[in-house]
């Protein structure tokens, strides 16, 4: 009967060391108290438990590197209402944090500065309250910092000018106050700032417009000052200042000339708020190192964590000998549960439903950051169509990317919609505006191989008349594939049509030709055949498909477009084209397009381009009896070249002859354009 208890305390041991092998992980315990902390209620992150493995996929929203170490926690709209522990500076691995849309109160913590190797720290659109930590100077390799959307206040620390790698500080919409500071002009790599709306005053410092990346400047809705630094000229709309009534500077549409009788010093900015008498700035060490005596903000007498010490160490040489037995046991037991488990995860990566990874090669936020929900051919290394690895990095998005910057595919940003495809205006990281085509799955080849290829050709087409795609991601969670192209601001060539009622719609007449020459030389440049691009056939050129940009540049969109969809719906998108006049009439017998297919619809292009009308099935017959006059858009009121016009009515006029073989090629219409090829 005494063995009995004897087992039992076996047992219980046993347990315990089981117990101490899973929370004796660093990172799991950091995981833990960072999601009690996040997720008070247990309602979002349920899926976190102190016997899972963060890089086996039990985490949602969770990412390891090669080395099994947390590098990437995605955690954004989830609807988190709690706060951010201190105990989040354990995962001294992690790379990318992003818990941007919810509803997170409380400060940030300083603690946050011992993530050294973090790049992108994405805390914007919460509830985030208390000042910016000057710590936070301390993360060196920090490239996107996004806190705005917040209730943040107090001034912006200048030790924020020690982050030399930052590319974008993004610190609008809190209540934040004082001056600019000057040591932000010391980030060099800086691409974009945003401070607008805020309670900032005094100047714009000097050395933030000698930023050589800077690209873009928002400043609007604080109580700035002064006289603006000119070279800020460079930026021109991309400098944004309005609703500073004290601002002044020459070379700037909406300010007056400063006053040369109140001298400005715009370079010795004020470096805190106005409470800065009252303000003891801090030492800040190069490194902040947690103790192991802490917990949270609060730290032990070290009196005590020294009796605390023997204490443990008297236990653990009394029970030293029966743990190490137990403990080489439940570790080698351990170890073959989880070398089944991994083997159960990588067997699983052969379904179609489910795919999950042991662990992820990349921690980029940006490219090949494959999810357990996402749907990815290009995964596995399944790229047997020649879609090389290098291609396949340089464009690929991964979805909490393309959902941050269309705030979730917001209907604000709803662009445009059609029976395949929505498309969504958005904001990348970096600043940048994108237009996002949202492709239904069920749209799209129901082979893969033959989807790839499409996907493949789409990233070769590059031409300074056509739109071009920034990258892709594919979500089978979602059931879509999302192309990113570049955002054009103008809209397309349909607005500029029929738009008596609206004179500054009307093109003149150096505009037209210049955007029918453009619009020539993306055809060609699609009919031709190069090294690294075969030929290809629009299918679908229209007025609502070339886009013009700030610089009434014509981009052609939709290209290779159809290279991607299913048989069936390249058909229903063709219907509108039949109606508007833009299909050649032998598709109709044949069925079949053709580069002379492209050359029938660009000449209906030049006819609703010379005509300022969407309909212009009677202008050929105006044509045929020459009468130039009725074909010529009357808001030109005689201001355009006769002759340029006649010979352009008469290249739209051979374009849209009836036999394919009559009309001219690409090249050729070039020729007549005096463009060489």
Not at 16 to 25: D, H, P, R, T
Not at 91 to 114: D, F, M, V
Not at 513 to 536: D, E, M, R, T, W
């Amino acid at each position: 009967m005494s063995s009995i208890p004897v087992f039992r305390f076996l047992v219980f041991l046993l347990l315990a060391v089981e117990v101490e092998l899973s929370w004796g992980n660093p990172e799991v315990r950091a995981l833990m108290e960072l999601k009690a902390a996040l997720d008070p209620e247990e309602r979002v992150l349920s899926s976190w438990t102190s016997e899972g493995d963060p890089c086996r996929g039990d985490f949602d929203g969770v990412v390891c590197n090669q080395h099994g170490k947390v590098a990437n926690i995605s955690l954004q709209g989830k609807g988190l209402s709690g706060s951010i522990s201190p105990a989040v500076a354990g995962l001294k691995c992690l790379s990318g944090l992003y818990l941007h849309y919810n509803a997170i109160t409380g400060e940030i913590p300083r603690e946050i500065a011992n993530l050294t190797e973090l790049s992108d720290l994405y805390l914007n659109v919460n509830n985030l309250s208390g000042s910016i930590p000057v710590q936070m100077a301390n993360m060196t390799n920090l490239q996107v910092l996004q806190l705005c959307y917040n209730q943040l206040a107090g001034s912006i620390p200048t030790q924020l000018g020690r982050l030399k790698k930052l590319t974008v500080l993004a610190l609008q919409s809190n209540h934040l106050s004082g001056a600019i500071p000057a040591s932000l002009g010391e980030l060099t790599q800086l691409t974009r700032l945003d401070l607008s709306f805020n309670k900032l005053f005094g100047s714009i410092p000097v050395k933030i417009a000698q930023i050589p990346q800077l690209t873009v400047l928002d400043v609007r809705n604080n109580s700035l000052s002064g006289n603006v630094p000119s070279g800020l000229t460079r930026l021109n709309e991309r400098f944004q200042y309005g609703n500073n009534k004290g601002l002044c500077g020459v070379g700037f549409a909406t300010l007056k000339v400063c006053d040369s009788d109140n001298p400005f010093m715009p370079n010795k900015p004020e470096p805190f708020g106005p409470d800065s008498r009252t303000f003891e700035p801090q030492q800040i060490p190069e490194s902040v190192n947690l103790s192991a005596n802490c917990n949270g903000f609060r730290c032990s007498n070290s009196q005590k964590s020294s009796k605390g010490i023997v204490i443990v160490g008297i236990v653990t040489v009394a029970v030293g000998m029966i743990i190490s037995g137990l403990f080489v046991f439940v570790w080698y037991r351990r170890r073959k549960q989880k070398i089944g488990s991994a083997l159960e995860v990588s067997d699983s990566r052969l379904s179609t439903d489910q795919p999950k990874e042991v662990y992820r090669k990349s921690v980029s936020p940006l490219i090949s950051l494959e999810y357990s929900n996402g749907w990815d051919p290009l995964a596995d290394g399944r790229s047997g169509v020649g879609f090389s690895e290098e291609v396949s990095q340089s464009f690929r998005f991964n979805l909490e990317e393309v959902e941050c910057a269309t705030q979730y595919f917001s209907e604000v940003n709803l662009l445009g919609k059609s029976n395949f495809a929505s498309t969504y205006k958005g904001i990348l990281r970096d600043g940048s505006i994108v237009a996002v085509k949202s492709i239904n799955k069920t749209s799209c080849k129901t082979e893969e191989a033959e989807f790839l290829k499409g996907l493949k050709l789409l990233t070769l087409l590059r031409h300074e008349n056509l739109v071009a795609l920034r990258g892709f991601c594919c979500s089978r969670g979602r059931g879509e594939c999302f192309l990113v192209y570049d955002f054009v601001t103008n809209g397309n060539l349909s607005q500029y049509l029929d738009v008596k009622d609206n004179a500054r719609r009307v093109l003149d007449w150096p505009t037209r030709v210049s955007i029918i020459k453009g619009i020539a030389k993306s055809i060609h440049y699609l009919h031709s055949n190069k090294p690294n691009k075969p030929s290809i056939v629009h299918q679908s050129i229209s007025a609502e498909k070339i886009l013009i940009d700030q610089h009434f540049t014509p981009r052609l969109s939709g290209s290779g477009l159809h290279r991607l969809l299913a048989d069936d719906v390249v058909f229903s998108t063709l219907k509108a084209s039949a109606a508007m006049g833009y299909l050649a009439p032998e598709y109709m017998t044949v069925g079949r397009f053709t580069d002379k297919s492209d050359v029938y619809s660009f000449g209906v292009i030049i006819f609703q381009i010379l005509s300022g009308k969407t309909n212009v099935n009677h202008l050929r017959l105006c044509q045929d009896f020459g009468k130039l006059e009725d074909i010529l858009d009357e808001s030109l009121q005689s201001n355009f070249s006769k002759q340029e016009a006649a010979k352009l009515a008469g290249i739209a006029l051979i374009c849209t002859t009836e036999m394919p073989n009559q009309r001219p090629t690409m090249e050729a219409v070039l020729q007549q354009l005096g463009i060489s090829c």
